[in-house]
């Protein structure tokens, strides 16, 4: 049990009062976290501004991020532990999230030490003997929000840019997930980031992002987790810097030829993985006429061979989802696709809240379960007559964020990355896919700004131009 109080000004404080974490799968408290009241909402952010009036040189930002990397490598079987209790998460897949999250650390320290300027040439009349050299300044302080879904390495693809562009953060963790961000401010703490730099807020999630959404010493907000929230965050501080990383229906297209087993690979990691609740989970499968049935008598067994239940089983893959009505909202979806006339192959049930994994055939494109983000177990197979029209159903969303297509074609590889309408594209790999320094973000509902460590550094920073003449 982890009993955890506000990080502020690099002191543990209490809250105005306290609520309970607990665990998706069996509802057994697996913590506490401390509810702010407004003024230390408030307070975090002073702090936060007081911290950038002292010199942390990029060096020094570096090492911190170093030594950072190397305590939690020491600690990751505590992490593992908090982490996969409170977010239900499979201890598996807990601590594939905490090498990536060192992994993180590591750039994010490369980068301090890679901030740099470029020169800038002038056109003669300027002046005959001009200068000009651009600066990289950081914007100021950053308040970051993050989900539940990865509750270590998302909230580290926050902190480790900030930290190393010279901002100082204001972090508010999902309440679903404040202990593992907790346990990483303590172990900032350790390895030397300087009070203040970094400060975590738990408490009412609405109070406290409008607090900073109004707060004149917040310069940025960077936010990911579902697309309506993100963008009425945005909708409410317009003046201030925005990175929203939000959700998606992440499409996969088969095309004819295309390595079914591969596919189907793709499809069983991406989709189900966490129980789907990535914000790249494939949740929309398209096959190309050819390939359909081929590729639905490989997915239904494959699906059917995964292990559902209890995150603590090293066996396990797909977990509880994180709360009832995300059972509700899956089971609704499911079965209002059911009356619609499409075919449930395996799954559609719960257990609790496990979800079964779920491959819904011949949906209708208006259903929510392919127009919405489902964000759980369920994946959605629907027959195209060929790549134009796969294409076609692909950027038929309001998402935008990761998509792939499989196929021996380089025409169709080239015609699918030149025209699908994502962030990313993938060609014969899952869209689930993400490397840590990868630039990364989406288009349309799926947000705007790029995450990826030297990315999200650019983010963060003014490049100031200094210009010198001679007298
Ligand atoms: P969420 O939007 O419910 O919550 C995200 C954060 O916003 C949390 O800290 C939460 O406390 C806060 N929040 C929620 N409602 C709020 C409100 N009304 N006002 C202010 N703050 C509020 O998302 P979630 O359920 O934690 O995470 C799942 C979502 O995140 C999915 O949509 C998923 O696709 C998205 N996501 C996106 C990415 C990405 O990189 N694009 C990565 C992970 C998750």
């Given at each position: 049990m982890r009993d955890q109080k506000l990080f502020i000004d690099g002191t543990w404080v209490p809250g105005h009062?306290?609520?309970?974490?607990r665990s998706p799968y069996d509802d057994r408290a697996v913590g506490s976290y401390?509810?702010?009241?407004?003024?230390?909402?408030?307070?975090?952010?002073?702090?936060?501004?007081?911290?950038?009036?002292?010199?942390?040189?990029?060096?020094?930002?570096?090492?911190?991020l170093r030594k950072a990397e190397r305590l939690l490598e020491e600690r990751s079987a505590e992490f593992v532990e908090v982490l996969s209790a409170e977010a239900g998460k499979p201890v598996t897949a807990a601590a594939g999230e905490i090498v990536r999250a060192r992994t993180t650390l590591g750039l994010s320290a490369e980068e301090?030490?890679?901030?740099?300027?470029?020169?800038?040439?002038?056109?003669?009349?300027?002046?005959?003997?001009?200068?000009?050299?651009?600066?990289?300044?950081?914007?100021?302080?950053?308040?970051?929000?993050?989900?539940f879904n990865f509750p270590l390495n998302l909230v580290l693809h926050k902190i480790g840019p900030a930290l190393a562009a010279g901002?100082?953060?204001?972090?508010?963790?999902?309440?679903?997930?404040?202990?593992?961000?907790?346990?990483?401010?303590?172990?900032?703490?350790?390895?030397g980031v300087p009070a203040g730099r970094l400060n975590v807020v738990t408490g009412a999630p609405e109070q406290i992002v409008e607090i900073w959404a109004d707060d004149p010493g917040v310069a940025v907000l960077t936010f990911t987790g579902s697309s309506a929230v993100g963008?009425?965050?945005?909708?409410?501080?317009?003046?201030?810097?925005?990175?929203l990383e939000l959700g998606s229906n992440t499409a996969l297209l088969a095309d004819t030829g295309a390595d079914l087993d591969a596919v189907v690979d793709a499809i069983v990691t991406g989709g189900f993985t966490f129980a789907g609740q990535a914000?790249?989970?494939?949740?929309?499968?398209?096959?190309?006429?050819?390939?359909?049935?081929?590729?639905?008598?490989?997915?239904?067994?494959?699906?059917e061979a995964l292990v559902a239940g209890d995150p603590a089983d090293e066996r396990t893959v797909v977990g509880p989802v994180i709360g009832d009505g995300a059972v509700e909202r899956l089971l609704g979806w499911i079965e209002k696709a059911r009356v619609d006339g499409a075919s449930v192959l395996t799954g559609g049930t719960a257990s609790g809240r496990v979800v079964a994994p779920t491959v819904v055939a011949d949906v209708s494109p208006q259903t929510d379960l392919v127009c919405g983000e489902a964000f759980g177990p369920v994946v959605t197979v629907q027959r195209v007559a060929d790549l134009e029209a796969g294409i076609g159903?692909?950027?038929?969303?309001?998402?935008?964020?990761?998509?792939?297509i499989f196929t021996r074609d380089v025409g169709a590889a080239l015609a699918f990355a030149r025209r699908a309408e994502a962030g990313?594209?993938?060609?014969?790999?899952?869209?689930?896919?993400?490397?840590?320094?990868?630039?990364?973000?989406?288009?349309?509902?799926?947000?705007q700004g790029r995450e990826g460590v030297r990315y999200a550094v650019q983010e963060l920073v003014d490049h100031k131009l200094v210009l010198l003449a001679g007298q």
């Open positions: 009062d306290t609520a309970t974490v401390a509810v702010a009241g407004e003024q230390q909402v408030a307070d975090a952010v002073h702090a936060a501004r007081r911290a950038m009036e002292r010199e942390w040189s990029p060096a020094a930002r570096a090492a911190v301090a030490t890679r901030l740099s300027g470029e020169f800038v040439p002038f056109e003669p009349g300027v002046g005959t003997d001009v200068l000009a050299v651009t600066v990289p300044v950081p914007v100021g302080v950053v308040a970051a929000i993050t989900p901002c100082a953060v204001v972090l508010k963790p999902s309440e679903r997930t404040p202990l593992t961000a907790g346990l990483l401010a303590e172990l900032l703490a350790e390895a963008w009425a965050l945005k909708a409410r501080s317009p003046r201030k810097r925005h990175v914000c790249v989970s494939v949740q929309r499968v398209y096959a190309v006429a050819e390939v359909y049935d081929a590729l639905l008598a490989k997915l239904v067994p494959a699906v159903q692909v950027n038929d969303s309001r998402f935008g964020l990761n998509t792939a990313t594209v993938m060609v014969n790999v899952s869209p689930s896919f993400r490397g840590d320094h990868m630039p990364y973000g989406g288009v349309k509902d799926s947000g």
